[in-house]
Antibody, heavy 121, light 107 residues
Framework: QVQLQESGPGLVKPSQTLSLTCTVS??????????WSWIRQHPGKGLEWIGY???????YYNPSLKSRVTISGDTSKNQFSLKLSSVTAADTAVYYC?????????????WGQGTLVTVSS | DIQMTQSPSSLSASVGDRVTITCRAS??????LIWYQQKPGKAPKLLIY???SLQSGVPSRFSGGGSGTDFTLTISSLQPEDFATYYC?????????FGQGTKLEIK
């Protein structure tokens, strides 16, 4: 059974870069044709899709964040990562990594437990 | 972006009740509609995909319907573990977008 686990700093200063890693266990990110996404949830609010990386390494980002987002993969560690630059308080959120159940169906069947990132000086 | 609007925003119901949550898309999304359940402090859980397909392991009291712009999630007989927040999401556009959520509370 595939499991995902986010890791990274819980506190980031304004204007700095938020960096998170998702470690996948029970399956390989480089096989199966899966898409791997980052999704965030502002405190007490709804969900926002950030972007995905395909097992081939190709990426697609939400245009609202595209200028600040980079998603990359490390197949040797079975991980994929999120970098969000020039953060502000508006980027304070719980960040989830998730797997698309079937290609790019957009249906996320496996999620990490989420990690809260607070942007504050 | 495609806007997703859920109604109601909150709902009070009792164990055993039948409840329906509605999700409306700002444009036609065919059947590219997904439903999740989220409990406090937990990640969302996939319930329904392709508007009406039940995810493996999800109880059959959950059902989804609709196409185009109007969709429903129905819980046929509420169980105590069903009190949670429910989100719809469209996958018609690759810029996936979610509804604002419907909080289902115990009456």
């Amino acid at each position: 059974q595939v499991q995902l686990q986010e890791s990274g700093p819980g506190l980031v200063k304004p204007s700095q870069t938020l960096s998170l890693t998702c470690t996948v266990s029970g399956g390989s990110i480089s096989s199966g044709g899966y898409y791997w996404s980052w999704i965030r949830q502002h405190p007490g609010k709804g969900l926002e899709w950030i972007g995905y990386i395909y097992y081939s390494g190709s990426t697609y980002y939400n245009p609202s964040l595209k200028s600040r987002v980079t998603i990359s993969g490390d197949t040797s560690k079975n991980q994929f990562s999120l970098k969000l630059s020039s953060v502000t308080a508006a980027d304070t959120a719980v960040y989830y990594c998730a797997r698309d159940k079937d290609g790019s169906s957009g249906s996320f069947d496996c999620w990490g437990q989420g990690t809260l990132v607070t942007v504050s000086s | 972006d495609i806007q997703m609007t859920q109604s109601p925003s909150s709902l009070s119901a009792s164990v055993g009740d039948r409840v329906t949550i509605t999700c409306r898309a700002s444009q036609s999304i065919s059947s590219y509609l997904i439903w999740y359940q989220q409990k406090p402090g937990k990640a969302p859980k996939l319930l329904i995909y392709a508007a009406s397909s039940l995810q493996s392991g999800v109880p059959s009291r959950f059902s989804g319907g609709g196409s185009g712009t109007d969709f429903t999630l129905t819980i046929s007989s509420l169980q105590p573990e069903d009190f949670a927040t429910y989100y719809c999401q469209q996958s018609y556009s690759t810029v996936y977008t979610f509804g604002q959520g419907t909080k289902l509370e115990i009456k």
